[in-house]
């Protein structure tokens, strides 16, 4: 590792004027760093956003695409310019506290194989408690529901320093994902299919197959408002889910237990269609179905991973069903589940 590398935080917009004026000014005051640039990704936007950015911060690398691109493909058409040792993805919707940069670092240093890293996530509004994007690092359960130390499913944790330990992680939320530029390129960067959603868990899954390791950060800290680009429970942001986190078991799962796998997950995707008609959540129902239908008729065109491995062979993966240990046994936090981390 260089003795100073260099770190680029590039920030993806899309019509987030307001969110850029209040966010952007705090993350440039904490990236005056020896080393470290700022660079606006502008996905097309029609609100001027672009405009304001130039305008109003001339120092901060503005890359402008023709076209929404989506997360995946706005992210992947400007890396390829940039040629810094590391990116820092961050949300438009999310800052930085003052000490982030320091303990990524050492992580990266200390670790021959690492490939990408997450800070925490705290909600930008209640900087006591965890984001529902991330929270203190992202996991897999045996039917690949992603959940968080710090958050499963809707259960946000309040953060009480309960895990203040560096560990592998599965996957790291793009949010705010710390990742060495080496590896980005190993991987071929997101898949652009996903468009938005579980893209980053997919390049995390690629990532630990090419022999990476993900790895959770807590003294660096990332604060993240939700839900500002697309809201949680929004029809879109359902459709995207479902059917995205279907190609991400297609894609990655070996092939001894992925069709399997794969049914069982279905039927979980059902129930959870009753339990959104038990919340009066009508309208997200046909948005399950139609992510299903969207699945079937476009998996075909997708590269299964080369050298999959079972889940169990994999960091950061829980070898038991999520939906059953959370609604059933009620076991709704990271600790609940395990008397140490994990």
């Known amino acids: 590792m260089k003795s100073n590398p260099s770190v680029n935080v590039v920030i993806l917009n899309f019509n987030t004027i307001h969110i850029l004026e209040e966010c952007l000014p705090q993350v440039l005051a904490v990236c005056k760093l020896p080393g470290v640039s700022v660079t606006v990704v502008d996905n097309a936007s029609t609100d001027g956003s672009a405009d304001w950015v130039a305008i109003s911060y001339p120092e901060v690398n503005l890359i402008r695409l023709p076209k929404n691109n989506g997360y995946a493909g706005g992210y992947n058409e400007s890396l390829q310019h940039l040629t810094e040792d590391y990116f820092l993805l961050l ?4 800052v930085l506290d003052e000490n982030w940069l320091q303990p990524l670092l050492t992580c990266a240093n200390k670790h021959p194989n690492f490939g990408a890293a997450q800070p925490h996530i705290l909600d930008y509004f209640n900087r006591d408690k965890f984001e529902y994007a991330g929270a203190a690092g992202g996991f897999l359960d045996t039917y690949s529901y992603p959940f968080c130390r710090g958050r499963i499913f809707g259960n946000v944790e309040n ?4 895990y203040q330990d560096e560990i592998p992680i599965f996957w790291a939320s793009g949010a705010a994902l710390f990742i060495k530029k080496e590896a980005w390129q190993h991987a071929n960067g997101l898949d ?8 980053e868990i997919d390049l995390c899954w690629r990532l630990q197959l090419l022999g990476y390791t993900i790895y959770s950060v807590p003294n660096s800290m990332a604060y993240h408002m939700g839900g500002a680009t697309l809201a949680n429970q929004s029809p879109r ?9 279907l190609l991400l078991m297609y894609k990655n799962l070996h092939p001894a237990v992925r069709e399997s796998l794969i049914f069982k997950r279905k039927i979980l995707d ?3 269609a009753v339990f959104f008609a038990l919340k009066f959540q009508f309208n997200l129902i046909p948005e399950i179905i139609k992510a299903h239908r969207e699945f079937e008729k476009i998996k075909a065109q997708f590269i299964q991973s080369a050298n999959p491995k079972l889940l169990e062979e994999l960091t950061g993966t829980v070898n038991e069903s999520l939906v059953f240990g959370y609604f059933i046994r009620n076991k709704k936090t990271w600790n609940s589940w395990f008397k140490k981390s994990n």
Do not use: P, V
């Open 159 to 162: 953060n009480n320093q309960q």
């Open 91 to 94: 949300n438009s919707d999310a």
């Open 270 to 272: 059902g129930l959870a």
């Open 192 to 199: 652009e299919a996903f468009f938005a959603h579980m893209e």
């Open 237 to 245: 942001k359902t459709f995207l889910n479902f059917r995205n986190n």
